[in-house]
C-alpha cells in the first residue's frame, strides 16, 4: 500500500486533507511544521509527500532539499498565497506538482492515482480506472473550486475569467505557441507561469525574459547564446535562454520591444528548431514550447513597424486575450480580499474592509488592473489601523470623480461643449492632477491651462 506524507500548520485541513488521501488507498503521517516532517522522514520515505509551502519553522522547499539525495518521492508543494518565483523554484528543485489552496481535489485525486500506479501490483488499467473514477466521482468539488474562481496562480470568478479559463486549459498540454495579449497588470506573466504548470513540461525549465528590459546589444547573446571569443568579453560559451529552457517552457513578455532585426531570427527558431550560437555554426537542436505576451494590439504593432507579420502569425497559433479588471464584474471584491489576507497572514494581523471601502474599490475603473489594485491594498493596509475605511484608500481611488466614468451627451450638442464638459470631468477624476489630464486626454499641459482658463472667462 503506498504511503503519504502530509505537512501542513492548520490542524483542521490536514486532518482532512489525511482523511482524503487515505481514501485514495494510502496509509498516511501528519506534521505540523518541518521538525516533525523530518522526524517522520527518518522513519518512513513516502511515496508522495504534500507540503505547504509556508510553515511556522520554514518554507517547504527546505524539505523538497532533505528529499534530493532519497528515495524517489513525488512532492506536491501547496499554498494559499500563489506566486511566479515560489513555483518556478519549487520546480526547478524537483517538486512533481504545486496546488493552490483551496485544492482542486479532481486535480489532487489525479496525482495520488498516478502514484499509486508506481506502487509494484498495481497494473495501469487498475490506475487508470482508479483515476477516471475519481474524475467521475467529485464533479462537486471541482465545482465549487471553479466557484471560488481559481486557475493556477490566477484568481478571479467572473465570466470573462472563467472563459479564460477555459481556453487557458484546453492549449496547457498541448505545445501550441500562445500569444498573451492584454493590458499591463492583467497577470500575462501569471498566466504563462500557469500554463507552464499545467502542461506536460511542468517538471523542465519555465525561463520569462522580458524583450523590453534587456539592452538591443545583448539581448541576442540571452536568447541564443555566444561561443568564446564572438566578441569583445566573451571569455566562456554563454548558453542562451532557448537552450536553458530545452525540454520546457521560453517566456517571452513584450515581444513587441524585440528589435525588428533579431525578430528574423527568433521566427527561424520557432520554425526549425535550431539556432546557432553566436560566432559558432554549428547548429544546436532546441525543443522549447514558447508564450508570448505583448501589451500592444499586435496587429497595431505591426502596422507601426515594430513586430514582423510573419512572426505575428507563427506566435498567434492560439491568442489569449487577458481581460482588463474594468471588465471582470465581481472580481475587485475577490482580489482585493485575498490581498488582504495575504499582508494578514505575512503579519500576523487581523485587518478588514469596511462596507464603504469596498464600494470604493469597485467604483474605480482601475487603469493599473489587478496590479494597481494590490498596490493600493497595500498602501491601505499601512494606512489603516483595525479597519480599512474610506480615508486608508489614495484619494484618487473610487471617489464620487472617480466613480463618473463615462458622460452622456444629447445628440446635436456643440463640440465645444462636449469638450468643456470632458475636460473638467476628467480634471475631477484625477483629483485635480493637471499633468495627469492632459496626458490621458493626449493634450499638451499648455493647451489644458488655455482651456481652463477660456472655460474661466466665459464664467466670470
Known amino acids: 500500500m503506498p504511503h503519504a506524507l502530509a505537512v501542513d500548520d492548520d490542524p483542521n485541513f490536514l486532518s482532512a486533507l489525511a482523511e482524503l488521501i487515505e481514501g ?32 511556522p519553522d520554514g518554507s517547504g522547499i527546505d524539505l523538497l532539499k532533505d528529499l534530493e539525495s532519497g528515495a524517489a518521492t513525488e512532492v506536491v508543494l501547496m499554498t494559499g498565497h500563489a506566486d511566479v518565483e515560489s513555483a ?12 493552490t489552496k483551496p485544492l482542486d481535489i479532481g486535480h489532487l485525486k489525479s496525482i495520488l492515482a498516478n502514484v499509486a500506479n508506481m506502487q509494484p501490483g498495481v497494473g495501469a488499467a487498475g490506475a487508470a480506472g482508479e483515476a477516471e473514477s475519481g474524475r467521475e466521482g467529485d464533479g462537486r468539488e471541482e465545482g465549487a473550486s471553479q466557484e471560488v474562481g481559481r486557475l493556477g496562480l490566477l484568481l478571479g470568478a467572473s465570466e470573462p475569467m472563467l472563459l479564460t479559463y477555459e481556453m487557458m486549459n484546453r492549449v496547457a498540454p498541448t505545445d501550441a505557441t500562445v500569444l498573451l495579449v492584454g493590458e499591463s497588470g492583467t497577470g500575462k ?18 525561463l520569462p525574459l522580458n524583450c523590453g528590459a534587456i539592452s538591443p546589444t545583448l539581448i541576442e547573446s540571452e536568447l541564443f547564446g555566444h561561443e568564446r571569443g564572438s566578441f569583445t568579453g566573451a571569455q566562456h560559451r554563454h548558453k542562451g535562454y532557448f537552450e536553458r529552457a530545452h525540454g520546457g517552457t521560453l517566456f517571452l513578455d ?25 560566432g559558432g555554426d554549428q547548429q544546436v537542436a532546441v525543443d522549447v514550447r514558447v508564450i508570448a505576451a505583448t501589451n500592444r494590439d499586435p496587429h497595431r ?17 492560439f491568442p489569449i486575450q487577458m481581460p482588463p479588471l474594468s471588465e471582470r464584474s465581481g472580481d475587485v471584491d475577490l482580489l482585493a480580499t485575498y490581498f488582504l489576507d495575504q ?12 462596507a464603504e471601502a469596498l464600494e470604493r ?32 484608500l489614495p484619494r484618487e481611488v473610487g471617489g464620487e470623480a472617480g466613480a463618473a ?37 493626449g493634450v499638451s499641459l499648455k493647451t489644458l491651462y488655455n482651456r481652463l482658463n477660456t472655460y474661466r472667462v466665459s464664467e466670470a
Not at 494510502?26 to 510553515?55: E, I, K
Not at 446635436?412 to 492632477?433: C, F, K, M, P, Q
Open 254 to 278: 513584450e515581444i513587441s520591444e524585440m528589435p525588428i532585426e533579431l525578430q528574423v531570427k527568433l521566427l527561424r527558431v520557432l520554425e526549425t528548431g535550431t539556432l546557432a550560437r553566436i
Open 405 to 441: 466614468r463615462s458622460l452622456h451627451f444629447q445628440v446635436g450638442a456643440s463640440i465645444a461643449d462636449v469638450e468643456h464638459r470632458l475636460i473638467v470631468a476628467t480634471l475631477d477624476a484625477y483629483a485635480g492632477n493637471k499633468r495627469k489630464t492632459a496626458e490621458v486626454l
Open 88 to 99: 518556478v523554484q519549487a520546480l526547478r528543485l524537483g517538486a512533481s506538482d504545486y496546488l
Open 24 to 55: 485514495q488507498g494510502f496509509t498516511t503521517n501528519t506534521a505540523l511544521n518541518l521538525r516533525d516532517a523530518r522526524v517522520q522522514l527518518s522513519h518512513r520515505s513516502p511515496d508522495v509527500a504534500l507540503v505547504d509551502l509556508y510553515l
Open 361 to 392: 474599490l469597485r467604483n474605480h475603473s482601475w487603469p493599473g488592473n489587478v496590479r494597481e489594485l494590490k498596490n493600493v491594498i497595500h498602501r491601505a493596509f499601512i494606512m489603516a489601523d483595525e479597519e480599512i475605511t474610506s480615508r486608508s
Open 189 to 206: 506573466d501569471l498566466a504563462a507561469t500557469t500554463l507552464h504548470l499545467l502542461s506536460r513540461r511542468a517538471k523542465a525549465p519555465f
Open 301 to 317: 504593432a505591426v502596422a507601426d513597424g515594430k513586430l514582423r507579420e510573419d512572426l505575428l502569425y507563427r506566435l498567434q497559433v
Open 343 to 354: 499582508l494578514n497572514e505575512r503579519q500576523g494581523t487581523g485587518k478588514r474592509f469596511a
